[in-house]
């Protein structure tokens, strides 16, 4: 074993080991994921994320997840890498692209006296169509769509961020909701890939409350991609405006879904701690 540098950053609470890797590498990375994100006797963290070196972008982040399956895309953890990069200086541009599973997105960063403040990313172009999602639905868009679980019905609607996620609308969201309901969704034969589960309110045209049961993971305080596709998928059922605010466990994300078909997401990303851990 060797002695890794690593950095904990958090978005919104949701949070992750970060590895520089534009000098060097991480083997194994599926492996290392489980063991130091427990948060009994690892660092603790939804995963581990890998700040690498790209030929299509400035940037490439990779991520896994605390059960060590590789993510396409985390929009908390995007938002905290492009802070890492500028404030460690591995950039001096406040406008950055990473490559990343689900693409290459694009990053602005919010500096004030050398500090990166905020980040908004631009999240790209939803994505409808139920196969590409990927779903079991062949149809051009899954709203409204019923699907059973051990015998309850709940009305679905998909859309993918890059990665897959169901949003279920409800007129207050319980733990039940999270803890018994959305690990059962997740694997459901409806989603081939699995898929991450929101349950949602709607608290006006511009705000919704947001809980989330992540794919791989399980509940986690925020999700940035899972935020996106909430706003989707409530403009898509006629029950918000194109920009809200998504109030989650661990805090606000301001999401706009353009004219132009792209989502962008703003919000914070914060440093927790730096340390060695023996890899």
């Known amino acids: 074993m060797t002695r890794t540098s690593f950095t904990k950053m958090e978005g919104l609470g949701n949070d992750y080991i970060y590895f520089d890797c534009l000098d060097g590498t991480l083997e194994n ?19 581990i994320v890998l700040i690498l070196p790209s030929d299509k972008a400035d940037f490439r982040m990779r991520m896994f997840n605390a059960d060590g399956s590789e993510a396409e895309m985390c929009g908390n953890a ?16 406040s406008e950055i692209a990473v490559e990343t599973g689900s693409g290459i997105l694009d990053l602005q960063l919010r500096v004030q006296e050398n500090e990166v403040t905020g980040v908004r990313v631009d999240m790209g172009e939803p994505i409808l169509e139920g196969s590409k999602i990927p779903t079991a639905s062949k ?12 015998g309850k019905t709940f009305e679905v ?60 993971t399980g509940e986690t305080l925020a999700c940035g991609t899972g935020a996106c596709a909430v706003a989707v998928a409530a403009n898509l059922n006629g029950k918000t405006e194109r920009e809200v605010t998504v109030h ?32």
């Open 29 to 47: 990375p599926s492996a290392v994921a489980p063991r130091l994100s427990d948060r009994h006797f690892g660092i603790g963290g939804d995963g």
């Open 78 to 93: 995007i938002r905290c890498v492009g802070k890492f990069l500028y404030e460690r200086g591995r950039t001096q541009a």
């Open 139 to 150: 149809e051009d868009r899954v709203i409204g769509h019923s699907l059973e679980v051990d």
């Open 157 to 216: 609607t998909c859309v993918s961020m890059g990665n897959p996620h169901c949003v279920i609308f409800v007129d207050e969201i319980t733990d039940e909701h999270i803890q018994i309901w959305g690990p059962k969704i997740e694997v459901h034969p409806f989603f081939p890939r699995k898929v991450n589960v929101e349950f949602i309110q709607i608290l006006s045209p511009t705000e919704i409350r947001m809980r989330v049961w992540e794919r791989g």
């Open 248 to 279: 989650l466990l661990g805090g606000d994300l301001e999401i706009e879904w353009a004219e132009n078909n792209h989502v962008y997401m703003t919000g914070p990303g914060k440093f927790v701690f730096d340390g060695e851990v023996e890899i």
